[in-house]
Each structure stands twice: as C-alpha cells, then as structure tokens.
C-alpha cells in the first residue's frame, strides 16, 4: 500500500490547482449573489412564508378531517369558520 503512494505525488500540483479554480468559482458566486449561502436566491424568505402558511392550513384541514365529529357537526364548525 504504501509502495503506491509515490504515484499520488505527481498528482498533487494538478490537486491544488483544481482546488485553487473551485476557491476562486466560489468567491465569484458569493459576490455575485451577495455572500449568500448555496442555494439561496432572493425568494426564498417569501417561499418560506408560503411554505409555512401551506403547512399551517393543511394541519387545520387534516384537524377537521380526523376530528371524531358526526356530519352536521363538521358542517356547523366549517359554516362557523367561513363566517369568521
């Protein structure tokens, strides 16, 4: 194993360098984006909101339609929500 560790060594120049050009990529698209992490673009609060709102209205969905509640009931508590 370590007789073929002599043929990493002619390796390593072309090992900086890709590092070297991924470094200098890199500082490029963080100033290009603002110093953003990785895949985050300018949308991506409003998604979020969006997201959570989405979640927090199947919760209620998923509520009402697991609740125990006989038909009418169902029907006067949905009545009593779109009169909100």
Do not use: C
């Not at 120049?13 to 050009?21: D, S, V, Y």
């Not at 603002?34 to 979020?48: N, S, V």
């Not at 609740?67 to 009931?73: A, K, L």
């Amino acid at each position: 194993m370590f007789d073929e560790i002599w043929v990493l060594i002619p390796l390593a120049p072309f090992l900086l360098g890709g590092l070297a050009i991924w470094t200098r990529h890199q500082s490029k698209m963080a100033e290009k984006y603002g110093h953003l992490p990785k895949g985050i673009d300018p949308d991506t609060d409003r998604m979020r909101e969006e997201m959570k709102y989405l979640k927090e209205r199947v919760a209620v969905l998923e509520q009402i339609t697991t609740d125990g509640h006989s038909t009418r009931q169902l029907e006067n508590e949905i009545e009593q929500l779109r009169d909100r």
